[in-house]
């Protein structure tokens, strides 16, 4: 139990990847980290405990009494409330099938809320920049101590962007079949990396895995243990507030019942008895903890999903937020950057490097931010007023 602890407080301090948002590592992080324990909790439990412990007959033998208590928990066993009568052989019965498989059903749960960041960082990875890398820098950026370092880090997180996003436009038109164009191949005429949005249309797509994910898991999960309704949470609170008993209930039941059959010199005698199920004081409180957890997950999920959604949207929320940036550092003084600040957000940055200095934002801070986009903004400005002095040299008349 103390190693757990430890795992449990370690979380936060763990070193990971910085290539989302908050919502993003609810998901594939703090979810998947919470699950994996609750399997190791349950699983011990289970192969180090007694699971199951069955009321037999007087003239069992301890024996007996072993093969009753292993044969129940793998047959399965069903609910049955005190007030109804022990149903015939072929009767229906309210057969509980899941207990055994907790700890295996959380793992799967836990690959699955993993399995869309994995398919962004495969993703994002073949499309010519590493995200994380530079979020990272811009870490490094932020609590660097020494004036030097701060430099170099800013200068390096600049050209790999500058480089990233001229490489865009020596794309070819047209449709390819490469890894790295998952999305082109389906969206060929409006996505890809020619027209800037490549990781746009990507991280959106991770984004709506992610909401699917859990929304699919909280409906499957009740269906897989047999429940009609999908507001178990809710339930056991109504019953709270009502003072009924939410613990019985034939959702973690503590009582069941097992039939099973003996033979004895040729005669197959039937017998039904009553086992306790102390694993569902934990399965119950986990999964209870789980689905309360799952709908602030699906809230947080959604409100991501939405803000990314209208931020991409609307073409004027781009430029307000590099503008501001922008205006922080007083770069916008003459009529000549007011004129190309447009360009800068629309030929230059696009929507791919807009998002790549949001998930800068949401891992720093603000002055990070506004060094950055400075940075680049420099940068821009030298290559616009490189290319005035190339055509006027040309054609003095042009401009």
């Given amino acids: 139990m103390d190693k757990i602890i430890g795992v449990v407080s370690g979380i936060p301090l763990a070193k990971g990847r910085f290539d989302d948002d908050f919502a993003d590592r609810l998901s594939y992080r703090y979810t998947v980290s919470m699950l994996i324990i609750f399997a190791i909790i349950v699983s011990t439990k289970q192969y180090v405990g007694d699971p199951i412990q069955c009321w037999v007959p007087a003239h069992f033998t301890p024996n007996h009494e072993e093969y009753t208590n292993d044969f129940c928990w793998i047959r399965n ?227 991501s999903l939405l803000t990314w959604i209208l931020r991409i949207i609307f073409r004027v929320d781009r430029y307000r937020y590099v503008k501001k940036h922008l205006k922080l550092a007083d770069k916008i003084q003459k009529d000549w950057d007011r004129k190309y600040v447009v360009k800068f957000v629309d030929d230059y940055l696009r929507q791919d490097g807009v998002l790549i200095i949001r998930l800068i934002g949401h891992n720093t801070n603000a002055l990070t931010v506004t060094e950055f986009v400075c940075s680049l903004w420099e940068l821009y400005k030298a290559k616009c007023l490189a290319l005035e002095k190339t055509i006027e040299k040309k054609d003095p008349e042009a401009l």
């Avoid at 010519?128 to 880090?153: L, P, Q, S, W």
């Avoid at 070819?172 to 027209?195: A, D, E, I, M």
Wanted: proline residues 4%; glycine residues 4%; hydrophobic residues 45%.
């Fill in 77 to 303: 066993t069903y609910y049955l409330p005190y007030d109804e009568y022990v149903p015939k052989e072929h009767e229906g019965r309210q057969i509980i099938p899941y207990y055994q498989w907790i700890p295996l059903i959380l793992l799967v749960q836990a690959l699955c809320f993993y399995l869309p960041i994995l398919q962004w960082r495969t993703f994002s990875g073949r499309s010519g920049i590493d995200v994380n890398h530079i979020v990272e820098a811009g870490r490094m950026f932020t609590y660097a101590e020494h004036a030097e370092k701060r430099v170099d880090t800013l200068n390096h997180m600049a050209l790999i962007l500058n480089r990233y996003l001229s490489s865009q436009k020596a794309i070819k038109t047209g449709c390819t079949l490469s890894l790295k164009h998952v999305f082109s191949r389906t969206c060929c005429l409006f996505v890809g990396r020619r027209y800037g949005n490549f990781l746009v249309t990507l991280y959106l797509f991770i984004k709506f895995i992610m909401l699917t994910n859990v929304l699919a898991q909280l409906f499957l999960l009740d269906s897989f243990m047999g429940i009609d309704s999908h507001a178990y949470g809710f339930h056991v609170l109504a019953s709270v507030l009502q003072g009924d008993d939410w613990t019985t209930s034939p959702r973690f039941p503590r009582i069941t019942m097992c039939d099973l059959k003996v033979r004895r010199l040729g005669n197959v005698q039937r017998y039904t008895v009553q086992c306790v199920l102390p694993i569902n004081l934990f399965n119950e409180k986990i999964y209870l903890f789980i689905w309360f957890w799952m709908i602030f997950v699906v809230i947080a999920t959604a409100a």
